[in-house]
């Protein structure tokens, strides 16, 4: 079965860097796209990176030029770095999969930004 497992996550200061990760299982991950999304208390979950399988990125304008979705398919893992962290990054933060027309969540990992 997929499962998604994230981890990384803590607590940072604000212009600090965090390196999340996502390690997959139960299905053939160089073949999908990977999605990272956050969820912040009181607020909707939202879309923070795409990496394709082949390695394009796309992100969101918050995450522009601060975030870096990477992955190895070797190891079944894809990467978020981030960097230049604000306390409005602070949030749970998912990697998400969609296999066979559904979705699958990890448990997500917690940042938390503050001084």
């Known amino acids: 079965q997929v499962q998604l497992v994230e981890s990384g996550g803590g607590l940072v200061q604000p212009g600090g860097s965090l390196r999340l990760f996502c390690a997959a299982s139960?299905?053939?991950?160089?073949?999908?796209?990977m999605r990272w999304y956050r969820q912040a208390p009181g607020k909707e979950r939202e879309l923070v990176a795409i990496?394709?399988?082949?390695?394009?990125?796309t992100y969101a304008d918050s995450a522009k030029g601060r975030f870096t979705s990477s992955r190895d398919n070797a190891k079944n893992t894809v990467y978020l770095q981030m960097t230049s962290l604000k306390v409005d990054d602070t949030a749970v933060y998912y990697c998400n999969v969609i296999s066979r027309g559904r979705a699958y969540w990890g448990q997500g990992t917690q940042v938390t930004v503050s001084s």
């Open positions: 990496i394709g399988s082949s390695g394009g990125t």
């Open positions: 139960g299905f053939t991950f160089s073949n999908y796209a």
